[in-house]
């Protein structure tokens, strides 16, 4: 049972434009969202989160949508650079009971971005 | 500030050897995880230290992987005897505390012949 998907495995963008990247999920239990850029030979680096109680986070070139209607979120890069050529995943979390801590991630398959110059 | 070490990087043993992976965290931080990533999909959790407890291993095939952090701190990861599906990326991360954000080390490739 694949708690979070990610239906497209690659993407290929122009420098300057937007990437978008999607990710749905399908555990209603899910809060909290996070997305990871992940280089060769490296491992997985935090880039934005985002909480079930906004649907929209923002860090510079990067903003997370949530649409929880959908279980769907994305990831939208503006503008692109060559240097986001990365596999990004996205990965759900659900609240512990105490309510001050996230339980683990579950991951989706990840999305492949060649940004060209 | 260091980040996450793993060592070794690269790792090729033959189905029914044993393999150990090691990992260090980020000085302080209490929480400590354990991921398995096989090609083409997402990490996926193994095992969830927090100081030298285990807090979630439901997702370690017990009967092969064995995880140990004695001291709360550095953390070793056992496969005995390895299968041909073991062939995958060990990745170790770790967090200042239980829901926080994690940092991944690069993890051990392992092929498993």
């Known amino acids: 049972d694949q708690q979070v998907k990610q239906n497209s495995p690659s993407l290929s963008v122009q420098e300057g434009r937007i990437s978008i990247l999607n990710c749905d999920y399908t555990?209603?239990?899910?809060?909290?969202f996070l997305w990871y850029k992940k280089y060769p030979a490296e491992g997985p680096t935090f880039l934005i989160s985002?909480?079930?109680?906004?649907d929209k986070n923002e860090d510079g070139r990067f903003t997370v949508f949530l649409n929880k209607s959908a279980k769907h979120l994305s990831l939208h890069i503006v503008p692109s650079q060559p240097g986001d050529s990365a596999v990004y995943f996205c990965a759900g979390s659900s609240l512990l009971a105490g309510g001050t801590s996230y339980g683990k991630l579950t991951f989706g398959q990840g999305t492949i971005l060649t940004v060209h110059p | 500030e260091a980040g996450v070490a793993q060592s070794p990087r690269y790792k090729i043993i033959e189905k029914r050897q044993s393999v150990a992976f090691w990992c260090n965290p980020i000085s302080g931080h209490a929480t400590l995880y354990w991921y398995q990533q096989i090609l083409g999909q997402g990490p996926k959790l193994l095992i969830q230290?927090?100081?030298?407890?285990?807090?979630?291993d439901s997702q370690l095939p017990k009967d092969r992987f064995s995880a140990e952090r004695l001291k709360g701190v550095d953390s070793t990861l056992k496969i005995q005897p390895a299968k041909l599906e073991d062939s995958a990326v060990y990745l170790c991360?770790?967090?200042?505390?239980?829901?926080?954000?994690?940092?991944f080390g690069p993890g051990t490739r392992l092929l498993v012949l």
């Open positions: 991360a770790s967090s200042l505390e239980p829901g926080g954000t994690q940092y």
């Open positions: 230290f927090q100081n030298n407890g285990v807090v979630d």
């Open positions: 555990n209603s239990m899910f809060d909290y």
């Open positions: 985002i909480s079930s109680i906004k």
